[in-house]
Nanobody, 111 residues
Framework: QVQLVESGGGLVQPGGSLRLSCVASGNIFSINGMGWYRQAPGKQRELVARISTAGSTTYADSVKGRFTISRDNAKKTVYLQMNSLKAEDTGVYYC?????WGQGTQVTVSS
């Protein structure tokens, strides 16, 4: 059984930065394509960024130029570097691999 564990969320002021991590564990040989999604209060879960097995990346228009997704295959870990954070980036951030989701980590951007 595959598990995903996120970390790195917290409270940050507008303009600040956070780095999220997602570690995959279990019976897997590759972390495959993985992604970060977020869900704000009262809104649907939305894609933030994805990275393929080959390393190609996709970003939501709202985070392009501010967020960077990366991966460390040896550590079975995917990262999301978030810079120039805005209030509208607030939400629970979830890691995803195929049909598996992590438990989420809260990101709050507020002064």
């Amino acid at each position: 059984q595959v598990q995903l564990v996120e970390s790195g969320g917290g409270l940050v002021q507008p303009g600040g930065s956070l780095r999220l991590s997602c570690v995959a564990s279990g019976n897997i040989f590759s972390i495959n394509g993985m992604g970060w999604y977020r869900q704000a209060p009262g809104k649907q879960r939305e894609l933030v960024a994805r990275i393929s097995t080959a390393g190609s990346t996709t970003y939501a228009d709202s985070v392009k130029g501010r967020f960077t997704i990366s991966r460390d295959n040896a550590k079975k870990t995917v990262y999301l570097q978030m810079n120039s954070l805005k209030a509208e980036d607030t939400g629970v951030y979830y890691c995803n691999r195929l049909a598996t989701w992590g438990q989420g980590t809260q990101v709050t951007v507020s002064s």
